[in-house]
């Protein structure tokens, strides 16, 4: 039997045809163009009762899990006040980007499939989704853009939450059953920052310093795992660990190796 091979993506544009609106934005934000331009709108209704419409945020080169969504969204109706994600990192007191060995970066970067419940940060990252509400912001954060540094505008976490701060909205990494996955190709942000003299770590340090005056001084990280999360327990871990290779496997399978 000879059984026609099917581009899969056909299937998926038809059947969500009705459901999704691709919208190209006329101005470029940079990487911030991934929520600038929804929160401008949402802050132009005439009214106010969208204003909490909860909006999910998320690279472009990341395969999301299936539970993505339905986690994001059940953290979100139950902190409607925060912003809720699945990965972030702890700001350093002398706002210094990252830390050095293992056992300090996983005390330092939160992941939601190993945490054994909600964990506050000062930086909650795109890269593995997370959801705000309009509401959350004031036209600051896109008014003031263009005047901000070339680099601290290429990077758009600590820009969100320098302005999440400053409103005293919280930052919320929420346990999930996996981690994303990087389908990462090209590296379109790192030859911006190399051909302007520029480094994601100088550029992420200028970004920290900018909102000095915002970061809660109760969140700071302290070193040795001082104020660390609590993780999750063995059993949790090796369910979740399954569940990340038979999702893996799936998107092998369906998607291939790249």
């Known amino acids: 039997m000879y059984i026609k091979k099917v581009d899969p993506s056909i299937v998926i544009a038809k059947f969500f045809d009705k459901l999704v609106r691709i919208q190209l934005e006329n ?147 929420v346990p999930a059953c996996c981690s994303s996955i990087g389908v990462t190709r090209t590296h379109e942000l790192e030859n911006y920052l190399i051909s302007h003299h520029m480094t994601r770590s100088a550029a992420n340090d200028h970004a920290l310093k900018w909102f000095n005056q915002t970061w809660e001084k109760d969140l700071w990280y302290k070193f040795k795992g001082e104020n660390r999360p609590h993780y999750r327990s063995w059993w949790t871990k090796i369910y979740r660990e399954w569940i990340n290779i038979i999702l893996r496997l799936k998107f092998i399978i369906y998607v291939g190796f790249r």
Not at 79 to 108: F, P, Q
């Open 27 to 173: 101005e470029d934000y940079g990487p911030a163009t991934k929520f600038l331009p929804i929160l401008k709108e949402f802050h132009l209704l005439p009214t106010n009762e969208l204003k909490s419409q909860a909006i999910m945020i998320c690279d472009d080169d990341h395969y999301y899990h299936p539970h993505t969504i339905d986690v994001l969204l059940k953290y979100s109706n139950k902190y409607k006040n925060s912003i809720v994600g699945l990965r972030g990192w702890r700001i350093r007191e002398d706002l210094t980007w990252g830390v050095s060995g293992a056992e300090e970066l996983s005390y330092h970067v939160i992941e939601a499939f190993r945490l054994s419940e909600i964990y506050r940060v000062g930086v909650i990252t795109a890269n593995n989704a997370y959801v705000i509400r309009p509401s959350f912001f004031d036209s600051h954060i896109y008014v003031d853009f263009n005047g901000a540094p070339n680099d601290i505008r290429r990077v758009d976490d600590i820009w969100l939450n320098g302005h999440a701060s400053k409103r005293n909205i919280a930052r919320l990494v």
